[in-house]
């Protein structure tokens, strides 16, 4: 089973995902799954206008992992990916393999989580 996680702030998942979705419900569906089955995190994050997401909003991100994990979810594995088609969104681009594994590298540093970067076609 699998969940997705883009965000970690709702000003920026309104940027990245579904402007009228919440990231408060997101949490509370991904709490309640893994509360009775493991879940893998899958998490897509995108160059915007040429930047990487924001060093506060990785943070932002992991603490959000972080608050699941403490209260009991079972997350075996995040995934960290950048989508390598585009997108319709043409501010949004792909992030290198050294940025994504970089925001696994804080994933696990900060939670303890399995964690990795991959490329997905």
Not at 65 to 71: N, Q, S, T, V, W
Not at 82 to 110: D, F, K, N, Y
Request: aromatic share 4%.
């Amino acid at each position: 089973m699998w969940a997705k996680l883009d965000a970690g702030t709702q000003d920026y998942m309104n940027r990245v995902n579904v402007p009228n979705g919440s990231l408060d419900k997101t949490l509370a569906n991904i709490l309640q799954l893994a509360h009775q089955r493991p879940v893998v995190i899958q998490s897509l994050f995108a160059s915007i206008n040429g930047q990487a997401p924001p060093a506060s909003e990785i943070e932002a991100y992991v603490r959000r992992l972080r608050e699941l994990k403490d209260a009991g979810a079972q997350i075996p594995l995040v995934q960290i990916y950048s989508a390598t088609r585009p997108t319709p969104h043409s501010e949004c681009g792909h992030l290198p393999l050294r940025t994504l594994s970089a925001i696994a590298q804080r994933v696990r540093e900060a939670t303890g989580l399995k964690a990795e970067g991959v490329l997905n076609d």
